[in-house]
């Protein structure tokens, strides 16, 4: 009896472990997923921010090329 108890209890000790083991590797594939998603959006970030300094660069580039008084007469 006492070793139909323990088996019993292995049993469903397996049972618990698999049940967390799916638990976690469900989370562990939602954070892969979200890992994903945030370097795809990073990388967009990137891109907006190098257009950003290059229009920026541009912009600057243009004013060093002008003269004060041709900035206001263009207002």
Known sequence: MAENDRSQNLREDIFRYKE?????KGRIEE???????LQEE????????????????????KMQG??????????
């Open 31 to 37: 954070l892969d997923e979200r890992e994903e998603e």
């Open 66 to 75: 002008r003269k004060t008084s041709d900035v206001f007469e263009r207002l």
């Open 20 to 24: 967390e083991y799916w638990k976690i």
């Open 42 to 61: 990073l990388e967009r970030v990137r891109n907006h921010l190098s257009y950003y300094r290059s229009l920026v660069s541009d912009m600057k580039k």
